[in-house]
């Protein structure tokens, strides 16, 4: 481990020190002097192999995150590691240095992807929304908007199919079981989606949900934040601001009995510095 001369130096004046660095690629290997960006490191690490639409399909290509979550599940690992190290700190009085890599944690986020490849030696391929082994596992365009339904077995698909209208569907030999529908997506897909079109979203998820069929809508952040579940939970907290009233804010998703995270501040005003502030502050390198 080529550990940076910052820890080499608090370790000799305080050997317990838990030390967590996190860059791109690590402290070792070929790429530790790299820069390592999010994006990038969604490509390296596969991410992007098997996100987006597939080949030969209408905006078909790999496609990164809408966010950056290698950076975001990094600083989560991070965390993690600094709380194992302090625990073993706590029992030996050791500290220790923790080395996290952004390109490291995505590998490490493919999970059953991973896994799937390890055993067969086949690189999996990009589904879009579409699952690569269940049918109907997927988007569906409504009237006035977007659907999930993930119908995990053969009676919800009976379910869903009776929902739309044409029970027959669940008899039919090509689509009756899973195996068979998996082979048959290419025919049943777009006669469930000609179907699905034909209301709105709401009424869709209304009626899915009363017959117990998974589905869920594609929300943008405005519905999001109107959302009966996300207002249950107080997803969204207002706090006084000295100049602009109040400030909307979004708050932890960490729920706890005892000691649940509060936020009591909001975040720093603009300083308000005017031109020569600014470049005295230029010139003396503090920004």
């Known amino acids: 481990m080529k550990y940076g001369l910052d820890y080499a130096s608090l370790k000799a ?9 996190v860059t791109g690629f690590g402290q070792t290997g070929p790429y530790a002097s790299r820069a390592g960006y999010d994006f990038i490191v969604q490509g390296i690490g596969g991410f992007m192999s098997i996100t987006g639409e597939r080949d030969g399909q209408p905006g078909g ?3 990164k995150a809408g966010v950056a979550i290698a950076d975001f599940m990094t600083g989560m690992y ?3 590691a600094v709380l194992t190290a302090l625990a073993h700190r706590d029992r030996t009085g050791e500290g220790q240095y923790i080395d996290m890599a952004l390109l490291d944690v995505r590998v490490a986020m493919l999970a059953n992807m991973n ?14 929304n579409a699952h690569p082994n269940i049918v109907p596992y997927q988007t569906f365009q409504t009237s006035d908007g977007w659907i999930i339904v993930a119908v995990g077995n053969d009676g919800q698909f009976r379910k869903f199919v009776e929902v739309c209208g044409r029970p027959e569907l669940a008899d039919d030999a090509r689509f009756a079981a899973n195996p068979s529908r998996v082979r048959n997506r290419d025919v049943l897909v777009p006669i469930l989606a ?8 709401h009424e869709w998820i209304a009626e899915l949900e009363a017959a117990g069929v998974p589905c ?7 519905e999001v934040f109107q959302d009966p579940q996300v207002l249950a939970r107080r997803m969204q907290i207002d706090l006084p601001h000295p100049t602009a009233g109040s400030v909307k804010l979004v708050a932890s998703p960490i ?33």
């Open 194 to 201: 000609d179907m699905v079109r034909g209301k709105g979203k």
């Open 115 to 128: 896994t799937n490849y390890l055993a067969s030696g086949k690189p999996p391929v990009r589904w879009g």
């Open 13 to 21: 004046v305080k050997p317990d020190i838990v030390y967590c660095s």
């Open 61 to 63: 290509g790999p496609q």
């Open 78 to 80: 991070a965390t993690i």
């Open 216 to 222: 869920g809508p594609i929300n943008d952040l405005g």
């Open 255 to 287: 729920k706890m009995s005892a000691t649940p995270p509060e936020a009591r501040t909001h975040h720093p005003p603009l300083l308000g510095y005017d031109e020569a502030k600014i470049a005295r502050l230029r010139e003396s390198k503090a920004i």
